[in-house]
């Protein structure tokens, strides 16, 4: 039994499993409807509670198909259901109670402690579908969806625009490590990585750069990302922070500046004409629908995982 929680606490021979299990799976279901069963139905006669601190489509969507293709069932939970907490019942009794009920729990949180907190009370593995923190299943569908367009993604230029202090781009560093690509990081001073994850980059060799100059940021680049200015739940100056992350935009003239064959990647939902410009969302070098598609068969290959 193995939490899936941040890409950093596993191996690069594990997460590499992860990802070929992906590819093998998604290819075996070329002809298969969209909830069929996989062949070997890894997953029958167990199921997956899922906790919904935060709205959620395609977390949400994304685990309910999962369990379904590897033959197990989901019941989705949310907290102003149940007793999660609060009330009469604390955090370790809920946990208890869920282990004996389900076999795997993923949770969506707003603060990364709930996951930590949550999980140590389980007997059962659980899976961070997103916090405040990070947010690994959704880089591992990145690199599934890259992988599938490019090639290996060792030593390829991953170019990150935007707000370099949040879940997405926290991630993405503990992955550039683990999978070995080179990683920049455009983004203003008062929003680059925190000084944990930079001391983690640093301790475990990440090529990572980070800069104030959004040109430099995509130069030379594979693939472009960004994700939303202004977070669920981010207690921020909303119109200061736009103000300060609009030279950051990812629009037409910026990408002719990185490789011709460079692709665009978000994570969703997206705020358009904000982050990132419709022709940029809309053209051939966006493949923010494969993304979203391939988080299905990421966390797929994540559950297996957590049982192997």
């Not at 977390?59 to 939970?77: C, P």
């Not at 208890?96 to 009370?121: A, C, P």
């Not at 750069?209 to 909303?238: F, R």
């Not at 037409?252 to 410009?277: N, Q, W, Y």
Request: with cysteine.
């Amino acid at each position: 039994m193995k939490n899936f929680i941040n890409i950093s606490d596993l191996s690069s021979k594990e997460l590499r499993s992860i990802i070929e299990e992906a590819k093998s799976r998604k290819m075996k279901r070329k002809k298969f409807n969209k909830s069929s069963p996989d062949k070997d139905k890894p997953f029958e006669g167990k199921s997956m509670a899922m906790i919904f601190e935060k709205p959620s489509t395609r977390t949400r969507m994304s685990f309910d198909i999962a369990v379904k293709q590897l033959g197990g069932s989901s019941i989705i939970l949310n907290p102003e259901g149940i007793h999660y907490g609060k009330g009469e019942e604390t955090l370790k009794d809920t946990a208890k109670v869920l282990s004996e009920y389900v076999d795997i729990v993923m949770l969506r949180t707003s603060q990364h402690k709930n996951l930590e907190e949550f999980g140590k009370h389980l007997s059962i593995p659980i899976i961070n579908g997103l916090s405040d923190e990070s947010h690994p299943c959704q880089i591992m569908s990145d690199i599934l969806t890259f992988e599938e367009i490019k090639g290996s993604i060792e030593n390829k230029i991953i170019s990150w625009l935007g707000d370099g202090n949040n879940n997405m781009s926290n991630s993405l560093i503990q992955a550039a490590g683990k999978f070995n690509f080179q990683l920049k990081i455009g983004c203003p001073k008062r929003y680059e990585p925190n000084k944990q994850i930079t001391r983690w980059a640093n301790k475990n060799k990440v090529k990572l750069t980070v800069t104030q100059n959004p040109e430099e940021a995509i130069k030379d680049s594979d693939c472009i990302m960004t994700d939303k200015w202004v977070s669920m739940n981010d207690k921020v100056n909303k119109k200061d922070k736009k103000k300060n992350l609009k030279p950051y935009q990812v629009n037409k003239e910026l990408m002719k500046k990185a490789k011709s064959d460079v692709i665009f990647m978000h994570c969703l939902p997206v705020g358009r004409g904000e982050e990132v410009t419709d022709e940029v969302i809309d053209s051939k070098q966006s493949v923010v629908w494969t993304q979203a598609l391939n988080r299905v068969h990421a966390q797929k290959s994540i559950i297996n995982w957590c049982f192997g």
